[in-house]
Nanobody, 121 residues
Framework: QVHVVESGGGLVQAGGSLRLSCAAS????????MGWYRQAPGKQRELVAT???????NYADSVKGRFTISRDNAKNTIYLQMNSLKPEDTAIYYC???????????????WGQGTQVTVSS
């Protein structure tokens, strides 16, 4: 089965940095876009950043200039470098990947289990 697993969350003070990783594994045929989403308590899940297979990126306005998404296609992995963190960045961060497995005709969205990021003031 295809799996998407995040790592790298934790507790950091405001102004600090964290780096998240997300690795896809299993019987993968192709991976299209991958991205990071986050959900804070009592709020809806929101897009943070995405990157397509060609490296084109897209960011939420709230993280532009502070967060950087990158991708290693050879490792089926994406990263999110988060700098100048703010308390309002506190959330569970989820990885999403558009994957076509070797056993399916169509691509579908896979989600990781999430990793907690907490920024203290």
């Amino acid at each position: 089965q295809v799996h998407v697993v995040e790592s790298g969350g934790g507790l950091v003070q405001a102004g600090g940095s964290l780096r998240l990783s997300c690795a896809a594994s299993g019987p993968i045929f192709t991976i299209n876009a991958m991205g990071w989403y986050r959900q804070a308590p009592g709020k809806q899940r929101e897009l943070v950043a995405t990157i397509n297979s060609g490296g084109r990126t897209n960011y939420a306005d709230s993280v532009k200039g502070r967060f950087t998404i990158s991708r290693d296609n050879a490792k089926n992995t994406i990263y999110l470098q988060m700098n100048s963190l703010k308390p309002e960045d506190t959330a569970i961060y989820y990885c999403n990947a558009g994957i076509r497995s070797r056993f399916e005709i169509y691509e579908r969205a896979y989600w990781g289990q999430g990793t907690q990021v907490t920024v203290s003031s």
